[in-house]
């Protein structure tokens, strides 16, 4: 596995192609990612369920350190978690848009131990299949 890191300069947001979801793709994404960890469960790892959105995320680790991410694919991705804030810090904007996260999307993080999470995404996008049929 290849861990994968990017820390630059920070940009400003083209707030012109910004993605709001509506309240049916937030329910349909909360739907499909509480299937998952449902089945996740079973595994024996803790699990968390956040929307994406353009706030941080609010995880509840014990202490501040480096924590990799690890997506569905098996790459790994340092972040740093500040307990202080009880969130994501440096390198989550690098797997947010490696992952092209947008709001709605629900991410599931499968706590595996204190320093590696893998994450499940669900994207809110895949409600367009189902209104298509």
């Known amino acids: 596995m290849e861990i994968l890191q990017k820390y630059g300069v920070a940009r400003s947001r083209n707030l012109l ?3 709001i979801a509506t309240n ?3 329910q349909y994404t909360i739907q499909e990612a509480e299937k998952l960890n449902s089945k996740l469960n079973d595994e024996g790892f803790p699990t968390l369920i956040r929307l994406a959105s353009f706030s941080c ?11 990799t991410l690890v997506d569905e694919e098996g790459d790994e991705y340092l972040v740093v978690y500040l307990a202080c804030k009880r969130g994501l810090s440096g390198g989550w904007k690098g797997f947010a848009e490696a992952h092209q996260l947008v709001d709605g999307d629900a991410i599931i993080f ?3 131990n204190r320093s590696i999470l893998k994450v499940y995404i669900i994207r809110g ?3 367009e299949t189902i209104d298509s049929d």
């Open 24 to 26: 049916e793709v937030r």
């Open 57 to 67: 995320y609010w995880l509840f680790l014990a202490d501040d350190g480096m924590v």
């Open 125 to 127: 996008s895949g409600i």
């Open 110 to 112: 499968q706590v595996i």
């Open 17 to 19: 192609n910004r993605v």
